[in-house]
């Protein structure tokens, strides 16, 4: 049995891993990467032949976590993805909203290029594809184990992340070989979600760990900080702004504010502006599957109060209502993304980070090279939807509102394990997940901290052995309409150039060569 890392590997973002085992390939998430050089991992290659993979499961709808199952797909994955109804459900409206921003992009990085003289850009990609993984859609209910391939038995069990998250539990060939996939896991103490899910077994736990060398404040201490937080916001009666990802921490938000309300601290004449269409529609979802979160949520929604829905929201929709926000001077404004890379957030950003009243929030982890994460280490001056914007607006983190379990969440899940499985440490930056694994080996465990790229031979009672591999030299299909456009560009920039002699003497001979595989290539189309 083998086991390649391919993402998430001194980072949180892009999970991604493939199971081998008995000729059958399983791949468990299949992430997007955000932060730094995203652009550029995100359009390599995968490290593997998708066409050959046999079934994928997801642990969550987060893009960290599925948001690149459209490219695999694009490029020959044809088996099954399993993954509880309200994931299959959330990705559909991530995956959707991610075409349509990667499209505009394009778009946008088009029209520059071709002032510039350059080729196109195109996105990863789109709504086709989409529409192919969505009929490989296998939905699955928490407890059950089945059989995802042939001698591979799967059980997928409560994450307590978000709403449909869960942990894999997977055994594999005759000796039943046990591996647990945490995927993101919850806190011990949790408010919209469900604890996660108590396992005793395994020979080896991949766990994340994006928060593995430290604790989030107590749930009280949390309610007070956002408490102190936004009447400072308030006093200052200007823009409060608020980061936030759609699935879950949106939820949580709604939530808190309601709770404000309710003590008082936040009037329900104060304007609320959700901006975000998709935001809505993952809110749908969480009501519709109610049954899934804690009992705190169904409480509320028994006594037919909305715990998603403080006075004073307005839903906004349409783009031209969200740039009407910008001639409000006093309202909370929550907007994606979370890691403020994208979005509607973005144009907020943009309108109030020079304003020394504005005051942003984030509520959530910010990664490496994130927009978010370079205003919280202090950035002076940011480039925002490609214009540099001083830094001059307050800012505050709330970690404690995190759906991600803090270092004593996981080890307290950790020691949950009766059978001394290996832990193989994930999903976090270096620091983070090198903390993790060294609690981890101070209660007995053998803890390993993989790169990306990184594989393993798994086999009970015998240490792991890994090896770092590099990408395959397998090419990506070839977009053949994409470079059929590009040539069109090119034949025009060259047509235009030839009007000078000494330009048309100079590439003369790269001409000619050109022609002759195009003569090549037209034979072949003819057979």
């Not at 409060?240 to 003590?263: C, G, H, K, M, S």
């Not at 899940?413 to 609690?439: C, M, Q, Y």
Request: with cysteine; proline share 4%.
């Amino acid at each position: 049995m083998r086991l390649g890392i391919y993402g998430a590997a001194g980072e949180v973002t892009g999970s991604n891993y493939l199971l081998e085992h008995d000729g059958k390939k399983v791949l468990i998430d299949c992430g997007i990467f955000q932060g730094r050089d995203e652009d550029r991992k995100n359009s390599e290659p995968f490290p593997f032949d998708a066409s050959t993979v046999d079934a994928l499961l997801l642990t969550h709808a987060h893009l960290d976590h599925s948001g690149r199952v459209p490219l695999l797909v694009k490029r020959g994955f044809r088996g099954k993805i399993y993954a509880t109804t309200p994931t299959l459900e959330l990705c559909e409206i991530l995956w959707r909203d991610s075409a349509r921003l990667m499209k505009e992009e394009a778009e946008w990085k088009s029209r520059k290029n071709r002032r510039k003289g350059l080729p196109p850009v195109y996105p990863l990609f789109s709504e086709k594809e989409i529409e192919r993984a969505l009929e490989m859609f296998v939905p699955v209910s928490y407890d059950d184990v089945i059989e995802a391939v042939p001698d591979i038995k799967v059980r997928f069990r409560d994450a307590g992340h978000i709403l449909g998250s869960a942990i894999i539990e997977i055994w594999a060939g005759k000796d039943s070989i046990k591996l647990v996939f945490s995927g993101d896991l919850g806190q011990q103490v949790t408010v919209l979600d469900r604890n996660p899910a108590v396992i005793d077994d395994a020979d080896y736990v991949i766990i994340e760990s994006t928060y593995g060398d430290r604790n989030h404040k107590s749930l009280d201490e949390t309610r007070e900080e956002f408490a102190s937080v936004i009447a400072e916001s308030l006093r200052d009666r200007s823009k409060v702004l608020i980061p936030t990802f759609v699935v879950d921490r949106v939820q949580r938000i709604l939530y808190e504010l309601n709770i404000l309300q309710e003590r008082g601290i936040l009037k329900d004449n104060v304007p609320i502006y959700f901006d975000s269409p998709m935001g809505v529609k993952t809110t749908e979802i969480y009501r519709k599957y109610s049954s899934l979160l804690s009992a705190e949520i169904q409480d509320k929604l028994f006594k037919n109060q909305d715990p998603f829905a403080p006075m004073g929201l307005k839903e906004v929709t349409s783009p031209e209502e969200s740039k009407k926000i910008n001639d409000v001077s006093f309202a909370i404004v929550l907007a994606g993304s979370g890691m403020a890379n994208g979005g509607r957030i973005v144009h907020h950003l943009k309108h109030n980070l020079w304003n020394p009243k504005a005051h942003v929030i984030f509520a959530g982890y910010q990664a490496a090279g994130t927009l978010g994460r370079k205003i919280i280490d202090g950035a002076r001056f940011v480039k925002v939807a490609g214009e540099e914007v001083a830094v001059k607006s307050k800012y505050h983190t709330i970690g404690g509102f995190s759906a991600h379990a803090d270092k004593d969440d996981l080890l307290a899940w950790a020691s949950n394990f009766k059978t001394n499985p290996t832990f193989i440490v994930t999903h976090g930056e270096e620091r983070s997940s090198n903390s993790l694994a060294d609690e981890l080996r101070k209660l007995g465990s053998q803890a390993l901290v993989p790169q990306r790229g990184y594989e393993m031979s798994l086999d009970r009672g015998r240490s792991t052995v890994e090896k770092r591999v590099e990408v395959p030299a397998e090419r990506p299909p070839v977009e053949v309409q994409s470079i059929l456009k590009d040539m069109d560009l090119l034949l025009a920039n060259i047509n235009d150039a030839l009007k000078e002699a000494e330009v048309a003497e100079e590439i003369g001979p790269l001409l000619m060569s050109a022609k002759l595989l195009l003569e090549i290539a037209s034979q072949r189309v003819v057979r």
